[in-house]
């Protein structure tokens, strides 16, 4: 398997753990847990595992001079980022944060153009197109969203949520030609907690351990080890071989795999405008990708 196949795959891997996370950070919040309570937890695990992992397996030193766009990336990536999903989520639903984030591959888009000069291509968006309106599609239909005070407050959250993520992701990739993954996650997440602890410390010492259950404890846990550490790690991984653009478009295939999911446990039924969407995203995802196929094989045909 060559390596922009597994590039996909990890970003298809990445796509279900974050669909999945949706539902399960919902169920968290706001009981057992604050935004900020979960938010501590998932930083504070989330920069361990990093330390420990780059500790035992890569050794690499980074250059002073990158230091500052890592503390500027953890600031978004992690900090800023993560606080305004949590606070946001925690007060509108899952649908409506899932409507927002269908337009983080256009604001990524965007960013890479103007701070990195990604090629901005005719293909790429025309399948950003074909996957926005499929992600609409299967997330509109049939569904209403309420719009009242509190889950407009948490709208407006959520997208400054997918600005920061965009950023992230634009700015992060110059570092990733760089460094190995887990180098660049262990200072990010150690900036990044360190930006959240002044605003969780008093949280986290008003948590009522005896009320939280087994079962919380597990979704704490899928938070830290699977939405954290190995998805973060996988789209570092990823950002090595494809563009950033190419990154955020998975955003698209996360109400595909939500829908798997209601389907196998028979809450929803397959139809018409499922199918439709889908095809629609799927279509989208083979047009971003061919592109970066496509100049690929002009970069080795001109070399």
Not at 14 to 38: C, D, E, N, R, W
Not at 212 to 220: C, D, E, F, I, R
Not at 223 to 231: G, L, S
Not at 251 to 258: E, H, K, N
Request: hydrophobic letters at 55%; one cysteine or more; aromatic letters at 14%.
């Amino acid at each position: 398997m060559n390596r922009n196949y597994k590039a996909h795959l990890a970003l298809l891997l990445v796509t279900i753990i974050f669909g999945m996370h949706y539902m399960i950070a919902k169920s968290l919040m706001p009981v057992p847990f604050q935004p900020l309570q979960l938010l501590f937890m998932r930083s504070l695990g989330g920069v361990l595992l990093f330390w420990i992992f780059q500790r035992l397996f890569i050794r690499e030193k980074v250059a002073r001079k990158d230091l500052l766009m890592l503390a500027f990336c953890g600031l978004l990536g992690f900090a800023a980022n993560q606080a305004f999903f949590y606070e946001g989520l925690n007060l509108t639903t899952p649908v409506d944060a899932s409507i927002i984030h269908v337009v983080n591959p256009i604001f990524v888009l965007i960013f890479a153009s103007i701070l990195i000069h990604e090629k901005v291509t005719f293909i790429k968006v025309i399948g950003i197109v074909l996957g926005g309106a499929g992600a609409l599609i299967l997330i509109l239909y049939g569904k209403m969203v309420n719009m009242s005070t509190n889950s407009f407050a948490g709208d407006i959250l959520v997208m400054l949520n997918m600005l920061c993520y965009a950023m992230y992701l634009v700015l992060i990739k110059p570092m990733v030609a760089k460094y190995h993954a887990s180098t660049i996650l262990k200072w990010v997440s150690f900036f990044g907690f360190l930006y959240i602890l002044p605003f969780s410390i008093k949280e986290i010492t008003s948590l009522h351990l005896q009320s939280v259950t087994v079962h919380a404890w597990l979704g704490v846990g899928y938070v830290v080890v699977f939405n954290t550490f190995i998805a973060y790690l996988l789209i570092n991984f990823a950002l090595k071989t494809v563009e950033a653009s190419t990154v955020s478009f998975y955003t698209y295939l996360q109400p595909v795999i939500a829908s798997v999911m209601s389907v196998s446990l028979g809450t929803e039924a397959i139809t018409f405008p499922k199918i439709i969407a889908a095809l629609l995203i799927f279509g989208g995802v083979f047009l971003v990708s061919r592109t970066k196929k496509t100049s690929s094989r002009q970069v080795k045909a001109n070399a």
